[in-house]
DNA sequence: GTTTATCATAAGGTTTTATTTATATATAAT
DNA sequence: ATTATATATAAATAAAACCTTATGATAAAC
């Protein structure tokens, strides 16, 4: 069976009318190219669609189902569309992120803001390590991910859009705290809490000291990086982590950063989407927002504490 | 928007495989004319339904969308093919039936009448008596069963569509016939010519004379009902019979009706189905056509023979 | 009986569609 | 760097779909 939606829009139109010259009229057509539709949907099902007694038709039992599925078809094509010009237009859609977890704090904020300009749009948002966020992108199952060193050479575009300063923070009481300065060389005579290997911001310290020729020594190390914070309020070691991730410890002075020479060390944040990837109208708005739009809420984030850094120093 | 029900299809296979070298295969096409398809129905809605990244390729959420609206309409259209089908059937069906011997006569009358107005069906009528009935029920070989009392609890679902009284008649000589009125107990001296055990018209009369309290003496008993009218013809003893069997004796005279206290005993036709059985279309129309669309027939048929019972009466 | 309205049929032509082969391009694997 | 694999593009063509005009047929209305 091979209909064309054209024989269902004819037939749809005669079954309504019952009378092929006014079908023809309304469809700015022929009589007998309206005749001529039918007879061949008729044809496709080889059965008689509609009858005529006397003058007028009438449409037969399998007319009628044909009536129906027709009109249902097209409705469905309409809502169809209809969709799609909501998904153009942003009115609908589903944007999906992933981020890394050092970055979800501040991401939330961006995303909440986000979602009030856009009310109808569903976001899904995984939370999650690098190797991870990687595998996210290559298996195309996220639109953009959010995180801090993104490798070169998978593919993978990335356009930063924040500083992320990494500062070195300990609970308040230890003695670096007092200090208007610290030496590096004073540094790294203090044992560390750290992120474990292979993670950006393990990869970014490294390279910083590297730089310096020095070395640290890692006390602990794990992946969670609040738990690396907690290890730092409870005196198990230095900890250097993103500013971003400590606007709670800070406010509640849990931690402090400590104004060590050559610090904050700063990296970015990126953006980061499959080369040749063509973004969905929402996530291509989403990032624009992302590189240009929410500067007024992320100005508001990190306000407060640039605000603490600028007192570590004093 | 002009979609063609093959670029769904084609859409449909690709976004199955979401690769256009295997959708081809599936398709007994060539790569490049499914690539086609494809565009053109992209063209259609203006948006990238699949997108590649690298090698593979990924529908987009538009894609989605689509492809839902593809596997639907097509799921729909097969549905609609399947519903066509069955009322074509109606056309040239094969409509199954088994009568009770007794009920062979009129029923016969209904069908003749019931081919006319379905021309094509092809129609199987056995003739036989009540326990093959249960058989071809119980082996599901045939469609409906009409007969006068159906056993309750063998899966069967009987629905009564027409009264079917039992008389007493016998020679039009007898000296009962000439009486206004016969009371049981001097119908009660008479002998009878009886249906064997077990049939559903001897179920119904010993059900009768027992409510009663009267026993009657059976002279002879036979499973042909044509033989006991005859024999009743011939003297051997009264016969209690469906007054539908007797068109044609009433009508040659060769049997007269007697008026007996009590008599007609009024039982019923019925029509009989397996339970949970799906009716085929056609077996569903012709049950449809004997539960009300007979009524003219069945009423040509029963009115000279209700004439004949008030003949007896007078 | 004639007229009118309506549908069916036929012939003809234009446009669109479906498909193939051949070839180019791009990616991943070796 | 080369090869193998998959998709994209182009050109050609055969088939079909679609529509029109002209005409025939039928039933109801006048």
Redesign the interface.
């Known amino acids: ?6 024989q269902l829009k004819v037939f749809d139109v005669v079954a309504r009318h019952l009378n092929y010259t006014r079908a023809a009229k309304e469809l700015h057509l022929s009589q007998p190219a309206v005749s001529m539709q039918v007879k061949q949907l008729e044809e496709q ?3 008689p669609l509609i009858e005529k007694l006397g003058k007028k038709l009438y449409l037969t ?2 007319g009628h ?2 009536h129906n ?1 027709a009109r ?2 097209m409705q ?2 309409i809502d ?2 209809e ?2 010009v909501q ?2 237009t942003l009115q609908q ?2 944007l999906k992120l992933a981020v890394a977890s050092t970055a979800n704090h501040f991401v939330i904020r961006m995303l909440a803001h986000f979602a009030k300009i856009h009310p109808k749009i569903r976001i899904s948002l995984e939370v999650t390590n690098r190797s991870s966020l990687l595998e996210l992108l290559d298996k ?1 199952q996220c639109d953009l991910v959010i995180m801090g060193s993104p490798p070169e050479g998978h ?1 993978l575009m990335a356009s930063p859009f924040l500083e992320n300063p990494l500062v070195v923070v300990t609970y308040p009481e230890h003695r670096l705290t007092a200090k208007k300065k610290v030496s590096l060389k004073e540094l790294i005579k203090e044992e560390f809490v750290m992120r474990e290997e292979g993670s950006g911001t393990r990869i970014a310290i490294e390279r910083f000291f590297a730089e310096q020729e020095l070395e640290f020594k890692t006390k602990m190390d794990m992946s969670n990086n609040r738990a690396i914070k907690h290890a730092a309020e409870e005196g198990l070691g230095l900890a250097i982590v993103s500013m971003h991730t400590l606007e709670l410890e800070l406010k509640a002075k849990t931690l402090k950063i400590v104004n060590v020479e050559g610090f904050p060390i700063y990296r970015h944040w990126y953006v980061v989407q ?1 080369e ?3 973004l ?1 109208p929402i996530a291509t708005v989403f990032k624009d927002y992302i590189m240009e739009g929410a500067d007024d809420v992320i100005e508001e984030f990190t306000a407060p504490l640039y605000k603490h850094l600028e007192q570590s120093a004093n």
């Open positions: 069976m091979n209909l064309t939606f054209r099902v080889d059965t039992d399998v189902e044909m599925y249902s078809t469905q094509l169809l569309e969709t799609i998904m153009k859609g589903h195309n593919n499959r040749g990837k063509r969905s």
